[in-house]
């Protein structure tokens, strides 16, 4: 029968690599992303209900069925916000 190879055993003398100091990011950016993808979506939100509440006397009446684009103006701003959160 043949006889197995022998295996060395490894140097102790290794050493695992340094870590390096890892920065972190710096998020303070980005601090006003949500806040105002929220408040764009609730004050579209806002604007849409209150025209219906109202029978299209306020917000603007003067707008009349312009104010529903408005509503959702301020919803679409509110989705072109979150494309920058992180």
Do not use: C, H
Not at 10 to 30: C, H, I, Q, V
């Amino acid at each position: 029968m043949p006889k197995s190879r022998i295996r060395k055993k490894k140097d102790d003398s290794f050493k695992a690599p340094e870590k390096k100091e890892t920065t972190r990011l710096d998020m303070g950016g980005r601090r006003w992303v949500a806040p105002l993808m929220l408040a764009m979506f609730v004050i579209g939100l806002a604007w849409i209900v209150l025209f219906y509440v109202t029978q299209g006397d306020l917000p603007v009446g003067a707008l009349g069925n312009w104010n529903i684009v408005v509503g959702f103006g301020f919803i679409a701003v509110g989705f072109v916000v979150s494309t920058q959160w992180k």
